[in-house]
């Protein structure tokens, strides 16, 4: 059987584009969301902007540079690292620049330039491309990151400017402690919790108050979260999940002894919670991929974060929650396969 | 409003050619019927180079049950039978070149006046399957396969599928609007055959104006139901489960939650078959997308070459591909030079701009095409397997109950060619099946 040639005598292929038709061919399907990877790390800056911005305004000038150096060599380190290794330049997905505005969030604002770098060092080559980069961490790298410099620089990384206004700023900016620093002083100190969680909680809400410079506010977080989940980058499951638990736990402990232990709307607002609910937990690659499975993850992540809070030797427990977590990713997965459709029950 | 769990709403682009009036594409000096244009058993052809033939006249013979023949589109004279790009396949597969003589006339005794709800079962679906009747949503499985199930399997739901959910495409919508007799005649026909006293016409609810007129015309016992606009609500699996909740199994068929689905052109060439005994030679086409320069809907002959539709419809504008079907589904093509088949449901021409041509870069484990995906499974899992060829552990995840409908494909941010894996897989998991048996 011959081959046929597919002309017609009134259709002239020539006289037609016929002759230099170039097209695409390739699997369906032939249309594409435009919510691609770029975008979805723009969102997730977009939604960190006003976490940010409370804290330059509580911190100033210092907290502007720990951002800036901390953006900047996370995405030097990254694209050195692929020019170095000959793998293709990744840095236009702007997962690094988020990785470094996370750390940012995460340090001191009194950070020197050079604690930063390292940060980012570990962060992006050791937490991120040693294991091939983008989508094959395992570990949060900005925490990863963090955990890494608070256990090596242990008083560069505890040591809290007091926040000020920003128009305010003095040179010699005096240093104080976080609420949960200063509860966990108490309790060492009297057994008691006592004056630390008396202050007023409109302080850590708004972020008048010692920490990271990105963690201060918990409504300006919430304000990012919420804008987050309205724009379907993460789902309610993780947040709610992970700071529902450390509501729960931290009230059942307060309401039997409202001496020892700080009350849950404390716990809610100081420290870590709200940006590692929100913004850390929920990091794509390093938590689980089904509803259900983000749900335990979270579990695990407030009840970890509660057993550091309450009865470890660090004031706060989120970052280190959310890594040990990260370690149980894999095998929540594959323990929460969704439902097939007809399976054979 | 029904519906089912996972899908996606890719942007619809119907305006496009929805409002447009089916209009006839005229005779053309010559057609390339391929001898293979339905899914199952071959056929072969039984006329020879020189034959002279007639509208309607049968020019294949199937070879089994799960096999029907093709007719020629004119009447003209056989020019050869040779081998041709197969628009699905894409793949040489004979064809059956004729040159028309421009009188387009019948076959002796067509079209031809019979009661059809005086036929027997067995003379229907006779009547269909000599007609060359597949599914025209695109699937092409014949049709009076599908109407025959085994005593086994007690048939009580009956779906004419007009969901029409892919992008763009709205020849199933304009049939609706211009002809709804035809859809509700063919619908009778194949209740009578299935031994049903109702159905269900099941629409996507962007289209209220067929929604309508079919509730006007529609005799009491089919009922005529709106389902919420999300792809792919016309999956058959999926359409089943939107109406009677019902699952079909894995591995299974239809027939084993006791449903039959036909799209609705398919209703209207039964009709055509069964009360005319026309056989299945022309169809409703919708030649769109930003690609060509006047978008139609077409009643077009099988054979007709794309080329000459495209130039029909003002010729391409910036066209960076040409699609056989819907966005989601539809087969890439590399020439104009292929027929119309019985299930091209469309011709769908592209800008760049409308498509999607960029690389893919890693899974970031997002979870959109978990949500996405209308069968339950983890299409991430997959698509990684499908870089590694790890066709074995893939058919451990549910490879196999993929189908392929391209909704975890089109939310991917990392713009993973998904799809193109699981084909890539199933290919694989089919050699090697193929090469146990052998050996």
Redesign the interface.
């Known amino acids: 059987m011959k081959n046929v040639p597919a002309s017609n005598p009134a259709h002239d292929p020539a006289k037609g584009q016929t002759a230099k038709l170039s097209v695409y061919v390739s699997s369906s399907p032939h249309v594409h969301t435009p919510e691609d990877v770029p975008w979805i790390m723009r969102q997730v800056v977009y939604a960190l902007i006003p976490g940010a911005l409370v804290g330059v305004y509580f911190f100033g000038i210092p907290a502007i540079k720990v951002i800036a150096v901390a953006v900047a060599s996370c995405v030097a380190m990254e694209a050195l690292w692929q020019k170095l290794t000959g793998s293709p330049l990744t840095i236009n997905d702007g997962s690094a620049a988020l990785t470094g505005l996370l750390l940012a969030m995460n340090l001191p604002s009194g950070a020197p330039w050079w604690l930063v770098v390292i940060g980012s060092f570990v962060a992006i080559i050791i937490a991120k491309q040693i294991f091939g980069g983008i989508g094959n961490n395992p570990f949060n790298p900005a925490l990863v990151g963090r955990v890494f410099l608070l256990i090596s620089f242990p008083v560069a990384m505890t040591t809290w400017p007091e926040p000020r206004s920003f128009f305010t700023q003095a040179a010699d900016a005096t240093t104080g402690a976080t609420p949960l620093g200063a509860l966990k002083t108490a309790i060492f100190e009297h057994g008691t919790i006592g004056a630390a969680p008396e202050m007023n909680l409109m302080d850590p809400f708004l972020g008048n108050v010692g920490g990271s410079l990105g963690e201060i506010s918990a409504l300006a977080l919430l304000l990012g979260g919420v804008y987050l989940i309205a724009r379907k980058i993460i789902t309610w499951h993780i947040p709610v999940t992970y700071v529902g638990t450390v509501v729960v736990i931290t009230g059942i402990f307060w309401l039997i002894n409202p001496d020892g232990y700080a009350n849950p709307v404390f716990h809610l607002v100081a420290g870590g919670l709200m940006l590692g609910a929100f913004f850390m937990a929920t990091d794509m690659v390093t938590s689980p991929i089904t509803n259900t499975g983000k749900i335990i993850f979270a579990v695990g992540c407030g009840v970890i974060t509660v057993v550091i809070r309450l009865w470890g030797g660090y004031p706060e427990g989120v970052s280190f929650a959310i890594l040990i977590m990260n370690a149980f990713v894999p095998l929540i997965n594959s323990a929460t396969k969704p439902a097939k459709f007809g399976a054979v029950r | 409003m029904k519906t089912f ?1 996972g899908g ?1 709403h ?2 619809e682009e119907k305006k496009l050619v929805k409002d447009n009036p089916i209009v006839s594409f005229p005779l ?3 057609y ?1 019927v391929l001898v293979q244009q339905h899914l199952g058993a071959p056929a072969k052809p039984i006329v020879s180079a020189g034959d002279e033939v007639r509208k309607g006249q049968v020019l294949s013979e199937p070879l089994g049950f799960v096999s029907v023949p093709v007719h020629a589109p004119t009447s003209g004279k056989v020019k ?6 197969h628009p699905v396949t894409g793949l ?1 597969a ?2 059956i ?1 004729i040159d028309a003589d421009g009188k387009d006339e019948w076959a002796d005794g067509l079209p031809l006046e019979r009661d059809p709800f005086s036929m027997s079962r067995e003379e229907l679906l006779n009547a269909i399957k000599s007609a060359g009747i597949v599914g025209m949503g695109g699937a092409t499985f014949p049709t009076h396969v599908k109407l025959s199930p085994p005593k086994d399997k007690p048939i009580d739901t009956f779906i004419v599928n007009g969901a029409e959910c892919e ?1 763009y495409l709205s020849s199933d919508h304009r049939l609706m609007l211009e002809q709804p007799e035809r859809i509700l005649k063919g619908t009778r026909v194949a209740m009578r055959i299935l031994g049903l006293d109702r159905a269900t016409v099941a629409v996507e609810a962007n289209k209220p104006d067929a929604i309508r007129l079919l509730r006007e015309k529609a005799p009491a016992d089919i009922q005529i139901e709106a389902l919420k606009v999300k792809y792919p609500q016309g999956a058959e ?1 999926q359409l089943i ?1 939107a109406l009677t909740k019902r ?4 591995g ?1 068929l239809p027939m084993d939650v006791g449903a039959v689905v036909q799209n609705a052109g398919t209703c209207a060439a039964v009709w055509d078959a069964c009360a005319h005994g026309i056989p299945l030679i022309e169809r409703i086409t919708s030649v769109t997308g930003r690609g060509v320069v006047q978008p139609k809907n077409i009643r077009v002959r099988v054979g007709t ?1 794309v ?2 539709v495209i ?1 029909f419809c003002g ?2 504008n910036e ?5 056989f ?1 819907g ?13 119309i088949m019985k299930g091209t449901s469309g011709v ?1 021409v ?1 800008r760049e701009e ?5 690389l893919y ?7 959109r095409c ?1 949500e996405a ?6 299409p ?1 899992v997959l698509s990684k397997l499908g870089e590694k060829g790890m066709w074995e552990k893939a058919v451990e995840n ?1 490879l196999l ?1 993929c189908v ?1 409908c ?1 909704s975890c ?7 993973r ?1 998904i ?2 894996f699981v ?1 890539h897989l199933k290919a694989l998991s089919r050699a090697a099946s193929a090469k146990s048996k052998g050996a």
């Open positions: 769990k996606v890719p942007p053309s000096s010559r390339y050869e039978i040779g081998r041709m790009v040489l004979p064809c070149v992008p699996k489960n699952e079909v199994p894995s299974g070459l080329g000459e130039e010729g391409l066209a960076a591909k040409i699609i079907g966005p989601m589904m539809g087969i890439a093509q590399f020439t104009q030079e292929i027929p769908l592209l409308d498509t999607n041509i960029t870069s890693a899974c970031i484990s997002c979870g978990v995906c209308p069968m339950g499974l983890i991430s549910d109950d392929e391209g494909t089109y939310v991917c941010p990392a713009n060619p799809v193109h084909k």
